[in-house]
């Protein structure tokens, strides 16, 4: 049982280059999130998805771009990368967000030069 | 909109003592999520607390939620060398959906052998 994978773990970027970050959960989940991390701030919300083909903005949506076409997968997209980007991000699901706790992907590491 | 205070953001301690980390909100929160991150690593769930004053107990860590739903805290009772990492709270918005689970920033325990 895999959980939350995300691809891929380590990615360096010119600016102005676009990627995107995979992640997939094989738990049946209906919510799936995008957080970045930053020294000092914390986990903060970029994008989140209540079901297949919903996507709604966090707290720090600008600059990316999400879709949901399936269930298992929820896909993070940088169409113009910023070294205001360079961080690290995580992907993580649950059930719903009263039934309990995320569950977490191991990381994608951006560095963007 | 929602704000969730974390204290310390960084704790030394000797191993063997003890390490308590609080978690303050400006509102009454539905819920509170603990996770520990450990070095290079992911987020991962520990627990989750839902009723006033409720207090649980993992070996030795106890979590308490306050008699307002607006603070918690998490203790460590003499640290171990494997407790190392940042540990973080998470406050559920009553009136939130998906994106209600506000982060912390995080308490870096250290500790010196």
């Known amino acids: 049982n895999a959980g939350v994978t995300q691809t891929p773990k380590f990615r360096v970027l010119k600016t102005g280059q676009s990627m995107t970050l995979l992640c997939a959960q094989d738990?049946?989940?209906?919510?799936m999130y995008w957080y970045r991390q930053d020294p000092g701030m914390g986990l903060r919300l970029i994008h989140y998805?209540?079901?297949?083909?919903?996507?709604a903005k966090g707290e720090v949506p600008d600059g990316y771009n999400v879709s949901r076409l399936k269930k298992q997968n929820f896909l993070l997209g940088l169409e113009s990368a910023a070294p205001s980007q360079t961080s690290v991000y995580f992907c993580?699901?649950?059930?719903?967000?009263?039934?309990?706790?995320?569950?977490f992907g191991e990381g994608s590491r951006l560095t963007v030069l | 909109g929602q704000q969730v205070m974390q204290i310390p953001q960084y704790q030394h301690v000797q191993e063997g003592e003890d390490f308590t980390t609080y978690c303050n909100s400006s509102?009454?929160?539905?819920?509170i999520q603990w996770y520990k991150q450990r070095p290079g690593g992911h987020p991962v769930f520990l627990i989750q607390?839902?009723?006033?004053?409720e207090v649980k107990k993992q070996k030795r860590l106890t979590f308490q939620f306050g008699e307002a739903k607006k603070n918690s805290s998490l203790h460590i009772t003499a640290t171990q060398t494997t407790d190392v990492g940042t540990y973080f709270c998470?406050?559920?918005?009553?009136?939130?959906?998906?994106?209600?689970?506000?982060f912390g920033k995080g308490t870096h325990l250290i500790i010196q052998p």
């Open positions: 993580a699901s649950n059930l719903g967000w009263v039934t309990g706790e995320l569950f």
């Open positions: 738990m049946n989940h209906e919510y």
């Open positions: 998805s209540v079901g297949e083909g919903t996507t």
């Open positions: 509102t009454t929160l539905s819920n």
């Open positions: 607390l839902v009723k006033s004053g």
């Open positions: 998470a406050g559920g918005d009553p009136g939130g959906g998906a994106d209600g689970l506000t």
